[in-house]
């Protein structure tokens, strides 16, 4: 049985040895193996990380047990195979952990390990006495075949009186926060909360209207300042022990949300957003007749986080606004003790519980539903059969997208039960879920399947869909229907073609998770947080039937202004959780392009211009993508998106956008290292403009602003800080002493999108007076002293012309007031205090040079093509999105034509122009060079083998340099040392990266110009190697004059195929094989003079080269160089190209091959054409043939690279010269394989 889910677990609270008491008894009859797990994968991790198996001890006795001597074992015919170590006890009502890792250790915390591992097929299990015969407890003969992730063994109950560990009135320290710098800290049980001003019993809070007809005047009992809305409560309580408690329950009062804390553990909340920070608002309003009551938490999980000894429950309480007329917090925490159930209950557990009491077991898990026709598009009736793979399983279905549910007893309480095929003959959402007693039941399971002809005809005068509200819950409009006057106006045919132009998301959910007036996400979108997540099934599939997926999911709306209810096409947030099902989505949404494994995605669509929300001319779906492809061809990293239909529980909703979420899953994918460590920051949602703390915390932040300010302040005391934000010394080199704040070069890409693209609501924000940011995103690593923040564009919709801005200026600076306060601080902000370094400014222009001149990316012919590129892939849907939403604002419908006319616009009149235009302003900014750069002959790109380089400029120097790398001016102004005057054409030697400035005085330079110029390019087969094979593609082609490409074996992309390439393919099949090279004095052997050359160079740091002993070329000269030419010591580098060009083989090389193959001789040509072999017979080849085939030019250089693709094989020896016969055999085996690909050429 498989299952889409990896089911959350609570973490485990380690157990320490313990010092024995003299009232230590040693009865051990109590004690149970009441857990364990033997296929562990992310359940519980050990002190060392690993995922081990483990099980779990349980005292059930009132005394305190000594385990020491006692056994555990696998093996029923070895009793005594692990003891127990000495010193090691259990005390009453208390459970242990064992992890049976075969680590047979006792790690950090006292964390015990056997030196066995669990079987998940099933094995035998048992506790034993200290006499190694007496069996006190076991799982015999075997326990049954485990599932990943999944914990078996004793159900417990609920069995003792409940305790009340916090009661109303209980004594609180209260504090009304403001600003980070408590972090998590008062979270935890040892914070010292005695400065903290507000003391005194539950509940807390402040009421201003204490003649409403419901206030909270008899509730509070502890005032807080009228028009808070943050606060921090600590309630502190003591607990024995916390091993038998079954059950933990909190009871809230509150209003408006809360976020609640068992020893920093999070285990409640309520109408709080995803990551609340000090200043966060609650996320929507708890009505006050709601808060007089106590609403109930299960946080069972949460017992792991007890201790014994001083706990803390801490709450973050939250309120909608400063405005509020009253604020609440009431909490009760209470606990109810378990003990093994009687008759004892053996199975599985929806919940691992390792160290703390056991729930009901469960049989086992059905599996999901299966359903026999996939889900997608058709024209024809279709006969449905729906499976589960759990035998006697009770499917249940439905086809109104409700959820199929069953009471306890199996009596179905929604849907029908299957017994035979469906017949499905029209667009139908089919949801699937099975049940059996005593098991788990599946997730459920969905199928939708669409017939276009249905659709076209959806609610073609608007009528509301069967079930569906009308128009005006809570406000929100709702528009339905497919418009007759497209329909008419393109034919149906076209608006069926456009209904299967894209691949499509279906979205399943029961209607009241949409639209209860009280807990529906849709008419109440202006709601966030995970109490507004509601459980649905997500569907992609494709027209053409390519596998797409289907997932549990959790669902909320995305958006901000766009959540008003006078907006009818609501954008989603998809949140994948092992509570609905799969714990991520794992499937390539991008095509290669990007993350294959999603946390959170989000289902976004062109909002402000929109037809759905204003009816609006300028709707394009092109304008806020732009933003974020431009960031990708600038070279930064950029979110990922895709067009797609949407269906939501069988209707047609218009065409929609994937788009990845910069946040720490995100980061983890892209960057690396673990999400938890990325400090992630974004235009804030409680105070609208500031900035908020979405992850990590604002350390790193802060001390950018900090560095920042000083620059801005005094630009020539604090010059120096722009170098040590980035890790660097003012010479520019890295100081590992110094953490890197800052990534600059995307902090001016990111700006640059702005600039260009006119965004006036990302960054500073024209809506906000340009004193406050929005729609922005950055991140850093804060465990990787390498990682500077980057900043992401996002939401940039309000660009390219929009709302009458064609010639906006965004440049700033913008000094309304807010440019100096932390709280405030953004990209945009920081970009403005960078203005005042001369060196960041100088950078600045440099990009400025790159991206808008010789076919940089803000050119506009790269430009209009980016934006053509999405147009394009958007194109096929337009008639679609109009067909749905085109009359949503307007009596007459907007189609495609205003769609392609507003296209039109921007690519005949916006960009043509706007490139110029941003260059006026950034000029009148000085940020671009105020004399001209110099000019190449060609731009970059492919050369020839005998190409000679031009540069140009009006006046001046020109300096260059051909690393890639330095910069011919220092910092400061200063010619490099390292640069080279310009002073006539000069030939490139293969793949070079060309940088030159001009210089006009001493000190006035140029922007930089950078090209790469990329030489003859011989991997014709392209598959990342330069060898025999791409001989034979050159070959194939040889005599092509005209039109050929690099797989015809043109190396040189001049479109022909002649002796020019040939030569470009052998330089590189040689250089493929000598990389690493210790030849540093180039006389063509590796010796004792190389040691020499290695020892002279030692110590350089960057810029070294070959014959200096850098032979790895990452230009330094290190021990790992002299590791190089002690492993090539020896060697002699003997030409093998030679053979390549001459008519014929040298006879004594044929006879040496003859020799050898004849006599059974193997064979291995390394840096030598010399045969050095090992014994292989060869009985097929007879004297003739072999003469013929080594007489062939190529027959050396094939033999050379099958010998050296098996290298690997004989280096795994530790003498190479005593390599195996089948390392051998596969060297040969190579060879001939290459042999017979080239008679098929040559014709041998």
């Known amino acids: 049985m498989s299952f889409r889910q990896n089911r959350t677990q609570r973490p485990w609270r380690r157990l320490s040895l313990e010092r024995l008491e003299q009232r230590l008894v040693l009865d051990a009859s109590m004690l149970r193996i009441t857990e364990f797990m033997a296929s562990n994968d992310n359940a519980l991790l050990d002190a060392e990380g690993d995922s081990s198996d483990w099980l779990e001890i349980y005292n059930s006795g009132g005394d305190q047990v000594d385990l020491s001597g006692m056994y555990l074992t696998d093996r029923d015919d070895n009793l005594t195979k692990w003891a127990f170590p000495a010193a090691t006890s259990l005390e009453a009502?208390?459970?242990?952990?064992?992890?049976?890792?075969?680590?047979?250790?006792?790690?950090?915390?006292?964390?015990?390990?056997?030196?066995?591992?669990?079987?998940?097929?099933?094995?035998?299990?048992?506790?034993?006495?200290?006499?190694?015969?007496?069996?006190?407890?076991?799982?015999?003969?075997?326990?049954?075949?485990?599932?990943?992730?999944?914990?078996?063994?004793?159900?417990?109950?609920?069995?003792?009186?409940?305790?009340?560990?916090?009661?109303?009135?209980?004594?609180?320290k209260a504090l009304v926060p403001t600003n980070e710098s408590l972090g998590s800290t008062w979270l935890q049980p040892g914070f010292n909360d005695n400065s903290w001003p507000i003391a005194g019993p539950t509940g807390l809070g402040y009421e201003n209207s204490p003649g409403n007809p419901i206030n909270y005047t008899d509730e509070i009992q502890t005032m807080v300042p009228s028009g808070t809305t943050s606060l921090y409560v600590r309630l502190p309580f003591n607990l024995a022990s916390s091993g038998d408690i079954?059950?933990?329950?909190?009871?809230?009062?509150?209003?408006?949300?809360?976020?609640?804390?068992?020893?920093?553990?999070?285990?409640?909340?309520?109408?709080?957003?995803?990551?609340?920070?000090?200043?966060?608002?609650?996320?929507?309003l708890h009505d006050d007749g709601l808060s007089e009551q106590f609403e109930e938490f299960d946080i069972s999980f949460g017992i792991s986080a007890l201790q014994a000894g001083s706990n803390v429950l801490a709450i973050h309480s939250l309120n909608l606004h400063s405005?509020?007329?009253?604020?609440?917090?009431?909490?009760?925490?209470?606990?109810?003790?378990?003990?093994?159930?009687?008759?004892?209950?053996?199975?599985?557990?929806?919940?691992?519980?390792?160290?703390?009491?056991?729930?009901?077991?469960?049989?086992?898990?059905?599996?999901?539903?299966?359903?026999?026709?996939?889900?997608?598009?058709?024209?024809?009736?279709?006969?449905?059969?729906?499976?589960?793979?759990t035998p006697g399983a009770l499917i249940v279905y439905t086809t109104d997208a409700s959820t199929p549910t069953v009471d306890g007893n199996l009596n179905i309480t929604n849907g029908v039960a299957y017994t035979s095929p469906l017949n499905i003959s029209g667009t139908t959402t089919l949801r699937a879920a099975a049940f059996k007693t005593d098991f788990q039941p599946s997730f459920v399971s969905a199928s939708t399947y669409l017939f276009v002809d249905d659709i076209i005809n959806q609610s073609p005068l608007g009528q509301t869909p069967f079930g569906w509200p009308s128009s005006g819950v809570n406000g929100q409009v709702l528009s339905y229907g497919i418009d007759p006057e497209i329909i008419s106006l393109y034919g149906s045919q076209a608006v069926k073609d456009s209904l299967t132009s894209l691949s499509t998301f279906s979205i399943t959910t029961d209607l009241d998770n949409l639209f209860d007036p009280t807990t529906g996400i849709y008419v109440n979108a202006r709601n966030r947080g995970k109490s507004w997540e509601r459980a649905a099934n997500v569907e992609l599939f494709f027209p053409d039937g390519s596998e797409g997926f289907e997932v549990n999911a959790g669902l909320r709306i995305r958006g901000g202004f766009s959540r008003g209810g006078f907006n009818p096409k609501h954008a989603f947030r998809f949140y994948f959780r092992s509570e609905y099902g799969d714990s991520k989505l794992r499937y390539d949404l991008f095509d290669g392009e990007g993350a294959d494994k999603f946390d959170v995605l989000d289902l976004r669509t062109a909002q402000n211009y929109s037809w759905s929300l204003e009816g609006n001319a300028q709707h394009t779906f092109v304008r806020e993508i732009f933003g974020r492809d431009t960031q990708r061809d600038l070279g930064s990293p950029y979110t990922r998106s895709r067009y797609h239909h949407l269906y939501v529980n069988g209707v047609y909703w218009g065409?929609?956008?994937?788009?990845?979420?910069?946040?720490?899953?995100?980061?983890?994918?892209?960057?690396?290292?673990?999400?938890?460590?990325?400090?992630?920051?974004?235009?804030?949602?409680?105070?609208?403009?500031?900035?908020?703390?979405?992850?990590?915390?604002?350390?790193?932040?802060?001390?950018?602003?900090?560095?920042?300010?000083?620059?801005?302040?005094?630009?020539?005391?604090?010059?120096?800080?722009?170098?040590?934000?980035?890790?660097?010394?003012?010479?520019?080199?890295?100081?590992?002493?110094?953490?890197?704040?800052?990534?600059?070069?995307?902090?001016?890409?990111?700006?640059?999108?702005?600039?260009?693209?006119?965004?006036?609501?990302?960054?500073?924000?024209?809506?906000?007076?340009d004193n406050k940011a929005n729609n922005w995103f950055g991140l850093r690593n804060r465990e990787s002293a390498d990682e500077g923040f980057r900043f992401f564009i996002h939401d940039n919709e309000h660009s390219l012309g929009s709302n009458g801005t064609q010639n906006i200026d965004r440049t700033g600076p913008f000094n309304k007031g807010n440019e100096d306060v932390f709280a405030q601080f953004n990209?945009?902000?920081?970009?403005?205090?960078?203005?005042?370094?001369?060196?960041?400014?100088?950078?600045?222009?440099?990009?400025?040079?790159?991206?808008f001149f010789n076919d940089g990316a803000l050119t506009p012919a790269a430009?209009?093509?980016?934006?053509?590129?999405?147009?394009?892939?958007?194109?096929?849907?337009?008639?679609?999105?109009s067909a749905r939403w085109g009359d949503s604002k307007r009596t007459t419908p907007r189609n495609k034509t205003d769609w392609q006319n507003e296209i039109n616009w921007l690519t005949n009149t916006y960009f043509p122009g706007r490139s110029d235009t941003v260059l006026g302003q950034l000029q009148g900014d000085g940020l671009v060079a105020s004399i001209t750069a110099?000019?190449?002959?060609?731009?970059?790109?492919?050369?020839?083998?005998?190409?000679?380089?031009?540069?140009?400029?009006?006046?001046?120097?020109?300096?260059?340099?051909?690393?890639?790398?330095?910069?011919?001016?220092?910092?400061?102004?200063?010619?490099?040392?390292?640069?080279?005057?310009?002073?006539?054409?000069?030939p490139l030697a293969g793949t070079t990266t060309v940088q030159a400035r001009r210089q006009l005085s001493p000190g006035v330079w140029s922007a930089m110009i950078e090209a790469t110029f990329v030489g003859p390019q011989a991997d014709f087969d392209a598959d990342g190697d330069v060898d025999g094979t791409d001989f034979l593609v050159w070959q194939r082609g040889f005599g092509i004059t005209s039109g050929a490409t690099l797989t015809e074996g043109d190396a040189d992309s001049n479109g022909t195929v002649d002796a020019a390439d040939l030569v470009a393919w052998q330089s590189q099949f040689v250089s493929a094989f000598v990389e690493p090279q210790a030849d540093f004095d180039a006389d063509g052997d590796i010796d004792g003079s190389d040691f020499l050359a290695w020892q002279r160079g030692f110590g350089i740091t960057s810029g070294a080269t070959l014959t200096e002993g850098d032979a790895d070329g990452n230009g330094a000269v290190d021990a790992a160089d002299f590791e190089e030419w002690q492993s090539q010591f020896g060697a002699v580098l003997e030409p093998v190209i030679a053979a390549a060009t001459s008519s014929s083989t040298p006879a004594s090389f044929a006879a040496q091959a003859q020799a050898l193959l004849l006599d059974g001789a193997a064979f291995r040509l390394r840096e030598s054409t010399d045969f050095n072999g090992f014994l292989r017979p060869?009985?097929?080849?007879?004297?003739?043939?072999?003469?013929?085939?080594?007489?062939?030019?190529?027959?050396?250089?094939?033999?050379?690279?099958?010998?050296?693709?098996?290298?690997?094989?004989?280096?795994?020896?530790?003498d190479e010269s005593t390599a195996d016969e089948s390392s051998d055999r596969e060297v040969t085996d190579e060879f001939f394989a290459m042999l017979e690909e080239a008679a098929l050429v040559t014709n041998f």
Request: net charge negative; glycine share 8%.
């Open 93 to 172: 009502g208390e459970f242990l952990v064992v992890f049976a890792s075969n680590k047979d250790t006792i790690l950090a915390g006292g964390e015990i390990h056997t030196n066995f591992k669990l079987s998940s097929g099933g094995e035998f299990l048992a506790l034993v006495n200290t006499n190694g015969v007496t069996i006190l407890d076991q799982f015999a003969p075997e326990f049954p075949s485990q599932f990943e992730d999944i914990s078996y063994g004793r159900a417990m109950e609920i069995t003792g009186a409940a305790t009340t560990l916090v009661d109303t009135g209980a004594q609180a």
């Open 246 to 284: 079954g059950r933990l329950t909190l009871r809230m009062r509150y209003d408006d949300g809360f976020v609640a804390y068992l020893n920093g553990q999070k285990v409640a909340e309520s109408n709080a957003p995803d990551s609340p920070t000090w200043d966060s608002l609650a996320t929507a």
């Open 323 to 389: 405005g509020s007329s009253d604020m609440l917090i009431s909490p009760e925490l209470i606990a109810e003790s378990a003990s093994i159930v009687s008759p004892e209950q053996i199975g599985f557990f929806s919940l691992a519980t390792p160290g703390y009491a056991n729930g009901d077991s469960i049989a086992g898990f059905v599996a999901d539903p299966t359903f026999s026709v996939a889900h997608g598009y058709y024209e024809t009736t279709q006969n449905v059969a729906i499976a589960s793979a």
């Open 655 to 769: 065409v929609f956008q994937t788009q990845e979420r910069v946040e720490e899953f995100y980061s983890e994918w892209y960057f690396g290292g673990d999400k938890d460590d990325y400090d992630v920051v974004k235009a804030g949602l409680a105070d609208v403009g500031g900035t908020e703390i979405s992850e990590g915390n604002d350390i790193a932040w802060r001390a950018l602003f900090d560095s920042a300010q000083a620059i801005a302040d005094n630009p020539v005391a604090n010059a120096d800080n722009y170098w040590t934000m980035q890790g660097l010394n003012p010479d520019g080199t890295r100081n590992p002493a110094l953490p890197v704040l800052l990534d600059a070069d995307n902090l001016i890409d990111y700006m640059m999108v702005i600039f260009y693209t006119g965004g006036f609501d990302s960054g500073l924000s024209r809506f906000l007076g």
């Open 827 to 851: 990209p945009q902000y920081l970009h403005q205090d960078l203005l005042a370094n001369e060196e960041y400014r100088v950078r600045f222009a440099d990009h400025v040079q790159k991206h």
């Open 863 to 881: 430009s209009i093509a980016r934006l053509l590129d999405r147009k394009n892939e958007v194109d096929p849907a337009i008639i679609a999105e």
């Open 934 to 986: 110099p000019a190449f002959n060609q731009q970059g790109g492919p050369i020839s083998s005998d190409f000679d380089l031009t540069i140009t400029a009006e006046s001046g120097s020109i300096y260059y340099t051909t690393d890639g790398v330095t910069d011919p001016r220092l910092i400061g102004g200063a010619v490099n040392p390292a640069a080279t005057l310009y002073t006539g054409s000069f």
């Open 1178 to 1214: 060869v009985a097929t080849r007879s004297a003739v043939e072999v003469d013929r085939v080594f007489s062939e030019p190529i027959v050396p250089l094939i033999f050379q690279q099958a010998s050296l693709e098996g290298e690997s094989l004989l280096r795994k020896t530790a």
